[in-house]
């Protein structure tokens, strides 16, 4: 499967801003969807923001007007700019891809980041 690596979590005081990255690397053909998921403690993952293709930007309601993400396919990349943190917001986030290798048109891969640590305390 193509790879993908996420970055730029850490420790924000609320308020704060911080902009996760994701890029996806490999054969790829076409990227059918980037975006992020995130999974709270204790509870389940949930979509945050994704960008699919022929489709404007989905967002939770819970960072409507707080996050922005944003998807190049010419670098096979999505980012998340979040701004006016929360302590709710803290949580693993995780990229997510769905995309076609250029390889095989016929299979749609998805794919899971590792996962970034995104910490809002005071």
């Known amino acids: 499967q193509v790879p993908l690596q996420a970055c730029g979590g850490g420790l924000v005081q609320p308020g704060g801003s911080l902009r996760l990255s994701c890029a996806a690397s490999?054969?790829?053909?076409?990227?059918?969807?980037m975006g992020w998921y995130r999974q709270a403690p204790g509870k389940e993952r949930e979509l945050v923001a994704v960008?699919?293709?022929?489709?404007?930007?989905q967002y939770a309601d819970s960072v409507k007007g707080r996050f922005t993400v944003s998807r190049d396919d010419t670098k096979n990349t999505v980012d998340l700019q979040m701004n006016n943190l929360k302590a709710e917001d803290t949580a693993v986030y995780y990229c997510?891809?769905?995309?076609?290798?250029?390889?095989?048109?016929?299979?749609?891969?998805?794919?899971w980041g590792q996962g970034t640590e995104v910490t809002v305390s005071s």
């Open positions: 997510k891809a769905r995309l076609i290798s250029r390889w095989n048109f016929d299979y749609e891969y998805e794919l």
């Open positions: 490999g054969s790829i053909f076409r990227i059918n969807e």
């Open positions: 960008s699919a293709s022929g489709d404007n930007p």
